[in-house]
């Protein structure tokens, strides 16, 4: 779970800095994106923290996670800014049952640290995942076709993430 964890934080991590280096710091969107990006750090950290406390071992896929999270972020960007966000919809209603997943499976383990951290940032996924609606992340052309491809890539990363 904390390897998995890690690497998605590290990749929405990722996806931000690939869309605010397109955008920039003056779009609309700019300030939200910024503030996504911070809390997504501060989930990284705290993996990354537990990562070494525990003596779980990385993935081996981060170099990878590390150019495909860069890519999305940038390539949704560049599509414009309902992309943008429709891609951290996208992303973020994957995170949400992968979190969903884990809290359930935790409730017959005995491990309140990782639960108490889980539940947390559960909570600001799901409210990135509501700043990305609002901001008209279903309205950008196209939006299920895409939503779907991003939502099957966060799939088989989280996959890979577990095992390798
Ligand atoms: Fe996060
Ligand atoms: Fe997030």
Redesign the pocket.
């Known amino acids: 779970m904390i390897r998995v964890n890690q690497a998605g ?1 590290y990749g ?1 991590a990722q996806i931000y800095k690939g869309q605010l280096a397109v955008m920039g710091d003056d779009a609309p969107d700019s300030s939200a994106i910024h503030h996504m990006a911070e ?2 750090q501060v ?1 990284l950290d705290a993996f990354d923290k537990m990562i070494a406390e525990r003596g779980v071992r990385p993935t081996l896929l981060q170099p990878f996670w590390k150019v495909a999270g860069y890519a999305l972020g940038a390539t949704t960007a560049a599509m414009g800014p309902r992309a943008a966000m429709a891609c951290t919809a996208a992303v973020e209603t994957e995170i949400d049952a992968h979190y969903k997943e884990q809290l359930d499976a935790l409730e017959s383990e005995n491990d309140p640290e990782l639960t108490r951290m889980i539940t947390e ?1 559960r909570e ?2 799901l409210e990135h995942k509501a700043t990305a609606i609002a901001a008209g992340a279903e309205e950008t052309p196209g939006y299920p076709a895409l939503s779907a491809a991003i939502r099957l890539g966060c799939r088989v990363a989280i996959g890979l993430s577990k095992r390798i």
Do not use: D, K, N, V
């Open positions: 934080e929405a809390q997504e989930h940032f600001e996924e």
